[in-house]
């Protein structure tokens, strides 16, 4: 249609009409300027306050690696009572923890995906695919503490012990 216009001007010898920009009023642009400039402030006492808390975290750390060392840092002997501090058992139990909840994670969340996308009915699907939307969205710190208060007594039960693998 507007190829049609253009032809239609270049035959009759005017130059093509050019599109005018809308313009805002006044008040308009001070509001729109003042919401930028609003933005702009969070943004920038967003980044002020991460580089804060970095400054403080580091400058209250610093006297652990002036009184114990580097090396006595990064050792594996953890024993708080006697002064020493090493992180690597610390890391490497981490590790292991987040291995395990992969090797047993993985492999069940795949599972059900296949299973729902795959094999289950409309109607299984419908039933369970509510139930692993809610729970994904629960946090995991209340499956810790449902594991802590649920699952360790029935482990130490288990055991005869604390429910702790020594």
Do not use: H
């Not at 093509?16 to 930028?36: C, D, F, G, W």
């Amino acid at each position: 249609m507007e190829a049609q216009e253009n032809s239609q001007t270049e035959q009759n010898g005017q130059a093509p009409k050019k599109r005018e920009l809308a313009l805002v009023s006044r008040s308009t642009y001070i509001k729109e300027k003042a919401l930028q400039w609003i933005f702009f402030a969070c943004a920038f006492l967003a980044v002020v306050t991460v580089i804060l808390i970095f400054v403080f975290t580091t400058y209250s750390a610093l006297p652990v690696f002036t009184d114990i060392g580097l090396a006595d840092f990064f050792s594996f002997t953890w024993a708080p009572s006697e002064g020493r501090y090493g992180i690597v058992s610390l890391l490497a139990g981490s590790g292991l923890v987040t291995v395990g909840a992969l090797a047993m994670g993985v492999p069940l969340g795949v599972g059900t995906a296949v299973y729902l996308v795959e094999i289950a009915s409309k109607r299984v699907r419908k039933l369970i695919s509510p139930a692993v939307d809610l729970l994904a969205g629960i946090p995991s710190i209340i499956y810790g503490f449902f594991g802590m208060i649920i699952i360790r007594p029935f482990i130490a039960q288990l055991t005869g012990g604390l429910g702790l693998v020594r």
